[in-house]
């Protein structure tokens, strides 16, 4: 039997525990993420999280653990084979459908408009989703208009809220522009601080298109986590490698999408809100530049 002494002690601690548990969570850092304004009038975060090879248990409790730090912006694409685990994570989550903005790729093997279209009907079926805020075409490959027409039939019916291309060069998109009923609201490309794309970035945002970055941290090469340069400029605001790089993109106006399976690392890269890069810092950056991809062999 529990003395009442004994009881009130247990309730106490209970009590002091609880407080602590409370004041832990009040504390923590809440982030909101800020958007950027599409040519098409949809809002769309500024920061996301990108989900290449996260696949099966990974996959959706990683999507899930994103969304619960704060990310609403969810990246993915038909190649990467992960449409049904990213899906899951987002049920997973239990957030509220309206409150994501989810994004997924055309890939080659399907282009045209036949193949358009029931590729994309296959991606709402595995992510489990009605609609997309946002369909790329992953790579300029094959009959871009067929597909490009499909996409805009799917956007008039609302079945996407903004439809895009990824990896177009400037008379790609060009090209593109030049026959198209709906102007492309994003171009998918790579940037990180050793191919840094100013000149493209500016053809691209002239056409009145957003530019957004695949592999931000270029998937670490070129040892980009502990790179010198990034690293002091980190220390002067006590943040890491990764947040400066992708507070340089933020400042620059394009909107990134790390990825990461590490919960710590996650939550890293959604704190770059709370500090600004000087233009010394930019210009520091800017020398890093080799001006060529990082990933040749996927090309």
Request: glycine residues 8%; aromatic residues 10%; contains cysteine.
């Amino acid at each position: 039997m529990i003395k009442l002494t004994d009881f009130t002690k247990l309730l106490c601690a209970f009590l002091l525990y609880s407080t602590v548990s409370s004041a832990q969570s009040t504390n923590e850092k809440k982030i909101t993420i800020p958007t950027v304004l599409l040519n098409n009038g949809i809002k769309m975060p500024a920061l996301g999280f990108g989900t290449l090879e996260l696949k099966d248990s990974i996959g959706i409790n990683s999507v899930s653990l994103a969304i619960s730090i704060g990310y609403r912006l969810i990246d993915d694409a038909t190649i990467y084979g992960n449409e049904e685990s990213v899906g899951l994570g987002i049920k997973k989550s239990g957030i509220n459908r309206k409150d994501l903005f989810i994004s997924s790729k055309l890939w080659v093997s399907d282009m045209g408009y036949e193949g358009t279209k029931k590729a994309f009907e296959l991606s709402l079926k595995k992510l489990g989703v009605e609609y997309l805020d946002l369909y790329l075409i992953h790579r300029p490959r094959g009959d871009v208009k067929g597909s490009w027409k499909a996409m805009e039939e799917l956007y008039k019916e609302g079945k996407i809220k903004a439809i895009g291309v990824s990896n177009f060069d400037s008379a790609q998109l060009a090209d593109l522009i030049a026959t198209c009923q709906i102007k492309p609201a994003i171009n998918q490309i790579e940037i990180n601080p050793f191919f840094q794309q100013y000149k493209m970035q500016s053809i691209t945002e002239k056409f009145g298109i957003q530019v957004e970055a695949w592999s931000p941290f270029a998937q670490g090469r070129n040892g980009l986590f502990t790179n010198k340069l990034l690293v002091n400029i980190g220390k002067k605001y006590n943040k890491t490698a990764a947040q400066v790089t992708l507070r340089w993109l933020i400042q620059r106006g394009i909107v990134a999408i790390p990825r990461t399976s590490n919960q710590d690392y996650m939550k890293e890269n959604i704190d770059v809100f709370d500090f600004k890069l000087d233009d010394a810092d930019m210009k520091q950056i800017s020398t890093l530049d080799k001006n060529t991809t990082q990933f040749p062999e996927w090309n």
